[in-house]
């Protein structure tokens, strides 16, 4: 039995000891001795260790010294009695195993996993247990520890959709992950991928592609990335992305190829949606006629700016990009659009679903340094990289406000002219009923003057009856010219000669305090107007500037050419474009403030005290002006004078020489007979008198009815036919052209109150006509019946 505390390999003193004597027991000492695995010999009947070698020390924690002479339970090297009996009874049971795992404990109470091979041997009758006990905890835990991260992996791949390959090089086959197969759509049960196999499952056209990538993998190029779509067994094509690379051994011996795969398709289709969207949107950016941008709030930069801003504002979208946001707007609207800023963009970070600024009308400069006025609409959002982006919709409104003012200055001015028209038509009214009037005053004061034997006394109130009757003419004649009535004869003017030959008498007019200064224009074109009614607009606005002239001044007439074109609207509605002669009369007297400008040409609007003026002047320049299709401007300001421009249409006809109509001639000898017709009894009364007077044999009917019947039953001949002619019933051309059907020879005069325009349309007034203009003299009367009688 051995007690020896010094075990039974005594490496000291092996040679006293019997077993061993031999160099073989020598040997298996020291094999003993340096195995790399724990020995452990154990007494089987006391359950005392024999020996044990450097290894269990280690492993144990435990000395030779110590171990030798006890028992492992008295170690405490196992965990319980009971695992202990297991093993030995397993031990006598089977007499030796192999590889058993086994759950120990060091010296220090540390447990870990052994691997554990044991023998009961029988050494001179004695026996013993010769056990090995391999420490494996590492490797149990580098297991445990792979296998974690194996199932790690294959999580993360299918959390990831990553799938992974890898082939031996030189093999057929390729080793696939589960999410591979996922990927695939394949079953690892029925499918075990090959390279033929894998190429055949990629869609033909993309076959070479993964081919080349294979070829670099082997080859230990960086293949880089590859996209490859493939057809799962179901027919679906799906699109992946994969990487790949070559695995080398220490000594740089390729190894295998290896890579991951990853399923695309949908961040594929995403992204093409996103293109296409982005495409679509570019497009309607691009050719938007409004501009549409995108600005950077902490860049002050335009981010984005559709091309159509070259169309605005003349600039490049690339060069509103390089300049700061302040150069598209003008400073005004700079300030108003940064005060409105200041309030809402706080707001909108607070809370970015509050709507962005409507709408606000802005100036931007354009490169030529002209304005256009645009509305903007524009929307807050958060960029990516949690910025305020302000994305706009800038539209070109110059026109359309352009055009509202236009409106509302047209619709005034219709207004105006509405109202001018209404007075107009007042005014001519009561002008014609008081020219009859008139006619008659005239007409009886002038027989009665002729009467000679007026008493003189009578003769005197006669006259001032007569020179009030005169200025009353005067004034119903400034009416009907207002009223644009006057019947007027016009010719082809040369403006200055007309003004020229009006200038002394103007001069007269103004006085000696106020400087004239004439400046007629080179090569002025004609115009057709009646050359009274210039002598009418002179004599008016030059009474004006004197009135307006206190003390010493200047009145300046002017005339030109001029082209009228479409920016001249405003010179009144319906207003023609073309060519022009401008007459301008200004003066440096008081000016006129706003409320007496809108007012000035409105019949019987004065600022003058009762007496010195009747509101007439401008009223009858104005009547003048349109009814010879030109056009009338002024510009005044208080203290700062007052300038009138006329504009008469060129005239661009063929000149006809002037006839010389007015010439009197001595009246003819033989008396002739005249019928007058006229609805108004006091004219006809005073028709037929004038002509008893100047030796005509008058006959007098009411209508022309009247007058028909009186023809038909008269028997001698009439020689002339006097006729009003506007007449209820029948008017004076349509008696006329009934009467000269049966007498050819009857000539015919024509007389009327009544205006122009009427009598035009009528066709009365026109060449080789006879006209009388009520209210007329018997001097009138006689010259248009003698001119009448020699046609
Ligand atoms: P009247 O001269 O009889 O007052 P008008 O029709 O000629 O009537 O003029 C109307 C008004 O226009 C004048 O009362 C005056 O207030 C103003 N006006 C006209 N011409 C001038 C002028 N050249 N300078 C200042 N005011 C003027
Ligand atoms: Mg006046």
Known sequence: ??????????????????????????????????????????????????????????????SRAGAIGRSALELQLWPSSEIRGQYLEELHRIGSFRNREYTVLRKSGESFTALCSAELMELQGEKFIVSTWLDISDRKRTEEYLKRNESLLSESQRIGHIGSWSREIGAKDIQWSDETYRIYGQDPATFHPTLALFVALIVPEDRALMKDFIRACEKGENPGEIEFRIMRPDGTVRILYGRGGLEVACDGKPLRILGMVQDISERKQAERAARESESRYRLIAENAADVIWVLDLETQRFKYVSPSVAKLRGYSPEEVMAQPVDMALTPESLKRVQELLALWIPQFIADPSIPGFATTEVDQPCKDGSIVCTEVTTNAVMSERGQVEIIGVSRDITERKRANEERARLSAQLQQAQKM???????????????????????????????????????????????????????????????????????????????????????????????????????????????????????????????????????????????????????????????????????????????????????????????????????????????????????????????????????????????????????????????????????????????????????????????????????????????????????????????????????????????????????????????????????????????????
């Open 1 to 62: 039995m051995y007690s020896d505390k010094d075990g039974i390999f005594d490496h000291q003193n092996a040679n006293d000891n019997p077993v061993r004597s031999s160099s073989a027991s020598a040997m298996y000492a020291k094999a003993f001795a340096i195995n790399p695995a724990a020995i452990g010999i154990v007494c089987l009947d006391n359950g005392l260790i024999v020996d044990v070698n450097e290894t269990w020390q280690e492993t144990f924690q435990c």
């Open 421 to 791: 028209e209404s007075v107009g038509r007042l005014a001519g009214g009561v002008a014609h009923d008081f020219n009859n009037m008139l006619s008659v005053i005239l007409g009886n004061v002038e027989i009665a003057l002729a009467q000679t034997n007026t008493e003189p006394s009578l003769s005197i109130c006669l006259e001032e009856i007569q020179k009030a009757g005169r200025r009353s003419a005067n004034l119903t004649r400034q009416l009907l010219a207002f009223a644009r009535k006057q019947a007027i004869t016009p010719s082809i003017v040369d403006l200055n000669e007309a003004v020229s030959g009006f200038t002394k008498m103007l001069r007269r007019l103004i006085g000696e305090n106020i400087v004239m200064e004439w400046k007629p224009s080179q090569d002025l074109w004609l115009v057709e107007i009646d050359p009274s009614q210039i002598d009418q607009i002179l004599a008016n606005l030059a009474v004006n500037a004197r009135d307006a002239i206190a003390g010493i001044g200047t009145l300046t007439i002017e005339t030109a050419n001029i082209e009228l074109d479409d920016k001249h609207q405003a010179l009144g509605s319906g207003f023609v474009p073309g060519d022009y002669v401008q007459l301008s009369i200004s003066d440096t007297g008081s000016g006129m403030d706003n409320e007496t400008l809108k007012h000035i040409f409105e019949p019987f609007f004065t600022t003058k005290e009762i007496g010195k003026g009747t509101g007439l002047g401008l009223a009858t320049v104005y009547g003048i002006v349109k009814q010879n299709n030109g056009y009338i401007d002024v510009c005044s300001q208080p203290g700062n004078g007052t300038q009138f421009e006329i504009y008469l249409p060129r005239f661009v006809g063929m000149i006809h020489p002037v006839s010389e109509e007015n010439i009197l001639e001595p009246p003819l000898d033989n008396p002739a007979k005249v019928l007058v017709v006229e609805d108004e009894p006091t004219v006809l009364t005073l028709a037929t008198t004038m002509l008893e007077k100047l030796g005509y044999t008058a006959l007098s009917a009411t209508s022309a009815q009247d007058a028909i019947s009186l023809l038909a039953h008269y028997p001698g001949n009439i020689d002339i036919l006097l006729t009003d002619v506007i007449m209820p019933g029948m008017n004076g051309r349509e008696l006329a052209r009934r009467l000269l059907s049966d007498h050819p020879n009857l000539k015919c005069v024509f007389m009327s109150g009544w205006t122009a325009d009427i009598l035009e349309s009528e066709g009365v007034i026109g060449p080789g006509i006879h006209f009388l203009q009520k209210p007329f003299t018997s001097d009138q009367l006689s010259s248009v019946l003698q001119n009448a009688r020699r046609d």
